[in-house]
Nanobody, 113 residues
Framework: VQLVESGGGLVQPGGSLRLSCVAS????????MSWYRQAPGKVRERVAA????????NYADSVKGRFTISRDNAKNTVYLRMNSLKPEDTAVYYC???????WGQGTQVTVSS
């Protein structure tokens, strides 16, 4: 099982980023997928989740209306579109595959002027 995140970086407050997570080694289209984040000194928290075929999504209250999770099962990829970014969104963002209980290596997102 391999999950490879990309798309993180440094962005100014109010800016946008799109994270990608490419999966391999398991039946991606059968697995619910999630994005988590962990800021320094804080517990890892789930920010968004999507069902296996993409019909159902849910979000943490802190990101509702700003973040959008989506997936392309033909490409074995799950995305997290992040708009109106705030300094408190700064964290390492991780992709998680529910079927296998597997994590990616994470991608750093820093929101700062």
């Amino acid at each position: 099982v391999q999950l490879v995140e990309s798309g993180g970086g440094l962005v100014q407050p109010g800016g946008s980023l799109r994270l990608s997570c490419v999966a391999s080694g398991f039946a991606f289209s059968s697995s619910d997928m999630s994005w988590y984040r962990q800021a320094p000194g804080k517990v890892r928290e789930r920010v968004a989740a999507i069902s296996s075929v993409g019909r159902s999504t849910n979000y943490a209250d802190s990101v509702k209306g700003r973040f959008t999770i989506s997936r392309d099962n033909a490409k074995n990829t799950v995305y997290l579109r992040m708009n109106s970014l705030k300094p408190e969104d700064t964290a390492v963002y991780y992709c998680y595959a529910a079927m296998r209980g597997s994590w990616g290596q994470g991608t750093q997102v820093t929101v700062s002027s």
